[in-house]
């Protein structure tokens, strides 16, 4: 079998910062993979880890432990290096240079030349919606502007794998959504697509697999669909009455219900709840308007496992007080 795209193995990075060298543990044991064909969305708040991480990758800083690999090779590896485009967090570009000239630069560093060059270029500046101000220096662009132009330099070299840390950044509602609609376009040429953001909507119409960090830790991945069906999943049921009994028998069993139009909508939280619920509906000949899954997004399964994680972290914490305590 292919090795993975991208494997990153208990990846640390701790930095020292200031006279005093006082700790900030940026990145603390993650590990996930990437496989050929993926849109893999990197997620987590600001400050998570996720630059860093994706630094590590590009081998622009060395692990404090653990180890990344590109294609199966140790990230500095050149046959590596050579497939991959990619978007820095902040992109720098001389300020005196056009997008034109930046991103023919970045062809020619990927090996491109002459015709094959020219034509490379414009058409990647007209994917990135940045060709009409091809010819502007850089320092004139708006910030979303500079964003579009390196994501072109990250295209134009033909990459089976981009990086991109936080395409969407600087774009205004319609901006993100072409660049989603090119990361969309750009999996159907072949490429793998590894992308960060902190905005978790931006992934939930775009991902396969995702791996959302929380100071410096996994707290979920996975396939995105399953994450976002559940375990035990959550169903909402309308039933044509607004039966005084039928309330009491919800309240009874602490399920949450609300009232409008004639109706009641109850919330169970799963499916052997649904089956009582409908039971009863049937032998006490209340109709049944209808039954629908509720999915959890992936905002709300984020705070749910950050919630949980902090609380396991503060009991963790309390039993070694407990334990010196006692000593
Ligand atoms: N060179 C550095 N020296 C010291 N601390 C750093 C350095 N680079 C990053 N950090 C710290 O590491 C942590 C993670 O930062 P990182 O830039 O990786 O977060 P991020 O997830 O990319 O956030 P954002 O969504 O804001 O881009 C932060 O606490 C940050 O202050
Ligand atoms: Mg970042």
């Known amino acids: 079998m292919e090795a993975p795209l991208i494997a990153v193995e208990n990846l640390e990075k701790t930095f020292r ?39 590590m990758l590009m081998g622009l800083i060395e692990p404090t432990q653990g180890s990344a690999r590109l294609f199966g090779e140790p990230v500095s590896h050149p046959e590596a290096r050579r497939k991959i485009g990619f978007l820095p967090e902040n992109p720098y570009v001389h300020p005196f240079l056009t997008p034109m000239e930046f991103v023919t630069m970045s062809g020619q560093l990927s090996g491109l030349s002459g015709a094959a060059l020219r034509s490379r270029v414009k058409e990647v500046l007209g994917k990135t919606g940045i060709l009409y101000a091809a010819d502007r220096p850089v320092k004139r662009l708006s910030k979303g502007m500079l964003q579009r132009t390196g994501l072109a330099a990250a295209l134009v070299g033909d990459p089976r794998l981009l990086i991109l840390d936080e395409p969407m950044s600087g774009l205004d509602p319609i901006g993100r959504k072409e660049v989603k609609d090119l990361i969309i376009e750009e999996r159907k040429n072949g490429r793998t697509i590894f992308f960060s953001t902190h905005i978790l909507g931006d992934v939930e119409t775009l991902c396969d697999r995702v791996t959302i960090m929380r100071k410096g830790k996994i707290v979920v991945s996975g396939q995105l669909d399953e994450l976002l069906r559940g375990d035990d999943q959550r169903i909402a049921v309308v039933l044509l009455s607004q039966d005084s009994q039928l309330r009491e028998y919800c309240s009874k069993n602490s399920w949450g219900f609300e009232e409008a139009g004639g109706r009641l909508r109850v919330e169970l939280p799963g499916k052997s709840a649904l089956a009582e619920l409908l039971a009863y509906s049937v032998d006490k000949k209340q109709p049944v308007e209808s039954v629908s899954p509720l999915h959890e997004t992936l905002e709300e399964l984020f705070v749910r496992k950050a919630i949980l994680a902090e609380s396991e972290q503060a009991e963790e914490n309390q039993q070694a007080r407990d334990a010196f305590g006692h000593r």
């Open 17 to 55: 910062l200031g006279l005093r060298r006082k700790k900030v543990e940026a990145v603390r044991g993650v590990s996930f993979s990437v496989q050929d064909g993926d849109i893999f969305g990197f997620l987590g708040p600001n400050g998570a880890g996720k630059t860093t991480t994706i630094k």
